[in-house]
Each structure stands twice: as C-alpha cells, then as structure tokens.
C-alpha cells in the first residue's frame, strides 16, 4: 500500500495506520448518511433504534412477568439481556452482504473489505454500546434498577459480547460474499439462537442437561458475567471465560483468513 | 516510474477459467503518456483497474514509485444514494485532503448547481461524467489512469477536459486506454496494444497504430 503524497516504495506502518483511519473515517461517515440520512433525529438513530428495541422487550417481560424461575430485577434482566442480543446478533446481520453497496467505492485503493466490515462494527458496536449505556444510567436514575455491582465484569463481559459479535460477523460477512445461502440461513439461525443465548432466561434455572447444552453457546457465557456484574450477589452466575475466549479467537482467525481471501477476488463495480 | 512485470489476470466464471491479461509487461516512466489500445473486451479496463490496485493480480507483480489515480472513467468510483457532495468528500477523507475548498470548484466545473446536493443515483449520464471529472480533478496524482475517456459527454465538456488533463497536467504520466487511435495518437507518447491477453508496447504510436490495424479483425 503506498502513500499518496509520499513517492517511497514501501510506505511505513505508521503511513499505513494513517491511512488505515482515513479510510474507516470516511466509510463511517458515509454509513451514518446512507443509513440515518439528514432527516429528523439522523444519526441519533443509531442507539434511539436499540433502545426502543430494548424499552419495548423490558416492558413485555415485565407485564408478562417472565417465569424467569426467581426474584430477579426484572429490568435489569431485560436490559442486560436484550442489550447483548443487539450486540452480538446486529454485527453479523450488518457485515452480510456488506461489500455489495460498497463496490463502486472499492475503486479507490485503500478502500478495502476489512475497512468495510471494521467500519460497520464499529458504527453497530457504539449503537448498542450507547444504548445499554443511556438505558442503564436511565433506570438507575430513577430508582428502577440498582447501579451495577462490579462495573469491571460488565466491562469485560461487554467486551467479549462485542469481541463475539465481531468475529462472527467477519466470518458470516466474508463467507456472504462467496455463498448466497449465508444471507438466507443467517435470518433463521439468528431468530432461533435468540432463545438460547441466554438473554430470556439464567442458566442456573434450567435442568443440569439443558445447562450444559447452552453453555456450548459463547454468548450465554458473556451474558451470565454480565448479569453477574449487574446483580450477581442474588443469583449463582455459570460462566467460563476462557471457553469464550478460545471461541472469539478460533472465530476471528477464520474470519479474518476470509476476508483476506475475499478480497482478493472482489471486482469493483 | 510504474513496472508492470509478468500480470496474468484470470477470472473464474461459469464456463471455467477466463484469462483476461497474459503475461502483460509495461513500463510507465514519470511524465509519460501511454495510450493502450485494445477492442471491446480486449482487457483495457481490467488492465486499469490491477495498475490502479483496485484488483490484484492473479500472478506477476505491479510496483507503483508515483502515486497513481484512481480510474478516472464516468461514472464509476461513486456510491449513488449519497450526493455529489457527499460523494465528492468521501474520497477527500479517503485521499487526506479537505474538501471546503474543492466545493466551489467541483459546483463550477461540474455545472450541476443545486443538484450537487441530490443523489448521485438521480443523474443523468452526463451529469454523472461531469461530476466524476471534477471530483477527479481535486487529488492530484504523479499518474493518472483514464478509462474511455471520449465515451460521454458533449464537444465544450471534452474541451473542458482536454484543458484540465492536458494543459494543465501536462507535466504528469498518463495512462490512458481506449478503443480510439484518433485520441490516443493525439495525446500520447507511446502506445501498447491489447490482442487477445497479449499486450505489445510500441516506442511509436504510429507503429502501434498499425498493429491495431492489422489486428483489428481479431
């Protein structure tokens, strides 16, 4: 990759960082236009869309008074359980087939799919972020939910979820590009994974079977930290972080193998 | 200078393996305009897009010492649900140069008016050539590679261009390709053909004009 205003063959890392910002800069900006446009609240958008997602789950769980098994904080429940889902299920769904709109663009050299997808990550990853965040400082606020027991486990846990999100989402986007069957199965799969990633129940409430069936998923174990983080001291949290962690890697390293291999073959508009 | 060494560029289809480029060597040195004749299908654009860097090639090696364009055709390069304006400073953040300063330039080059804050998706063909020469004109580049360039627009746009690229750029290295001997033997100093994945560099252009001739045909 060369410098533009530089005539030197090999540009140094740091030029390419540079460029590398640049790029993603520009990319997200233009995601924030093309999605949220100049109309009404624009880019707000971005976490208003997830929380109202989340306001309206929390509100139905609590009506329905969830059989969630115990005295848990219903809204805590609902907001540290929703809030996950929209982390690690909105990535994928955003980086499949995320290369097709973009092609005119990949005219430009420093343009690459990684840019693409990591500008799309970054810009799903503040929406959630933001509104778990303002959701959390809300209900806390206003008495409904107590402020988080040990605020380095919903870091880390959110980290993870987020880390999660993103390999799978490198993996599904880059493997969109080679198979159509991707866009399609992911819908489905997403749907069905919901129930079993632990945001609409704890693992310590099912049977010792299920419990070991759910706690293959990464998410449900991202999930448990956080709601230990939130209200551990009322319930028996089942997390294994170095599982998780194993997961990500294996994830990201196959996701990023894709991409590297797709974006050899993708052909600009 | 650009050394294009040994590209081979092979694209896999539904009826098996195409290669479109074969072995193709070519060297660009700085200030040079190279004209690349080619037919329809020839592999002019593929050949643009690999020196570009916007695709890689299947074997061989491009080395770029200058900095090298984008493949300025009209039309291509944009995102059509954004504006021309948006359009015009997406590729300023991408190249590392501010965009306040262009805008003047690009609305009165490009003629579009208020139109440069619709869609790109919205204009016409010519609108589109319009904008794309402008937004290409506010990077400059050691090298620009231009892409059927006499394709679209009307004879005060094509003055207008020639202006730009050829007087007031006339000191930069050009690529430029095209089915058009008349425009390549007009502008550049040396020309190479394209046959069948075979490209032949010719110090003359007059030489390569008649190797295109000859092999018209297939």
Known sequence: MEDLSSSSQHSSLRASWAIQRRVIGALLMREVLTRFGRHNIGFLWLFVEPMLFTLGVTAL???AKLGHGSNLPIVAFA?????????WRNMPGRCIGAIGPNLALMYHRHVKVIDIFASRLLLEGAGATISFVVLGLFFCAIGWINPPEDIGKVLLAWFMLAWFGCSLALLMGALSEQSELIEKLWGPTSY????????????????TAAQEFVLMLPMVHGVELLREGYFGSIFKAHYNMAYMAMVCSALSLFGLAKTR??????MPE | MIHIKHVTKRYGTRHGTVTVLDDVNLTVHPGKKVGILGRNGAGKS?????ISGAERPSSGQIRREMS?????AFGGAF???LTGLDNLRFICRVYGTSADDKIAYVQEFSELGRYLREPVKTYSAGMRARLAFAISMVVEFDCFLIDEIVAVGDNRFHEKCRIELFEKRKDRAMIIVSHDPGYVREHCDHAAVLVKGKLTAFAQVDDAFAFYQEHAAE
């Open chain 1, 192 to 207: 069905l994974l919901f129930p079993l990633s632990g945001a609409a129940f704890m693992v310590d409430a099912l049977p």
């Open chain 1, 79 to 87: 907001i540290t359980g929703y809030s996950s889902v929209l982390l």
């Open chain 2, 79 to 81: 995102q059509g649900t």
């Open chain 2, 68 to 72: 090298v364009s984008w493949p300025l």
């Open chain 1, 61 to 63: 769980w609590t009506l």
């Open chain 2, 46 to 50: 593929t050949i643009i897009r690999l």
């Open chain 1, 261 to 266: 291999q797709i974006s050899r073959t993708v």
